[in-house]
């Protein structure tokens, strides 16, 4: 990508990410007593590679269980061209989704959601996506996960 500066982090920032990812909240003092080196040190890289850009953010990590939200579900948007933005801002809008991605194949969109139930899907799925542009839906609900993104959880 034009624009875009390449940095490079070496193995030791690679092993305080992966602390980072385990828990945000982690003292420096306890990530510098865990890899064998001092707080500053830690101090310094994570301060770098917040400078960077490398660390873009810290997260919370939620149980959607726990919020009784347990249907996820995945849905490719097949839309029109000329409505592509519209239908984004729509999207972001919402709640409900969680992640929404563009994408080449059988869909031009892929969205994330998040529900208590089937029919809370449901009826985003007959008011929410039921708007000038979409002409196709692929609905595809997760049965669990085998592995979950170390960033989202989800």
Do not use: W
Request: aromatic share 6%; with cysteine; glycine share 8%.
């Amino acid at each position: 990508m034009e624009g875009m500066v390449e940095v490079s982090i070496d193995l030791f920032d690679l092993k305080i990410l992966k602390v980072l990812n385990k828990d945000g909240r982690k003292p420096y003092r306890a990530i510098a007593e865990e890899l064998g080196v001092s707080d500053a040190t830690v101090r310094n890289r994570i301060n770098r590679m917040l400078k960077q850009g490398v660390i873009k953010q810290f997260n919370v990590l939620v149980d959607y269980h726990k919020l009784g939200r347990i249907i996820k579900a995945f849905i490719g948007l097949k839309v029109q061209p000329p409505k592509l933005k519209e239908i984004v801002e729509h999207m972001i809008e919402n709640p409900d989704v969680q992640v929404l991605y563009r994408t080449t194949g059988e869909v031009d969109l892929f969205v994330e959601v998040i529900f208590k139930d089937m029919d809370e899907l449901n009826s985003f799925l007959e008011s929410e996506l039921n708007i000038d542009g979409v002409t196709g839906t692929v609905v595809n609900i997760v049965i669990g996960p085998y592995k979950r993104c170390p960033c989202t959880g989800l």
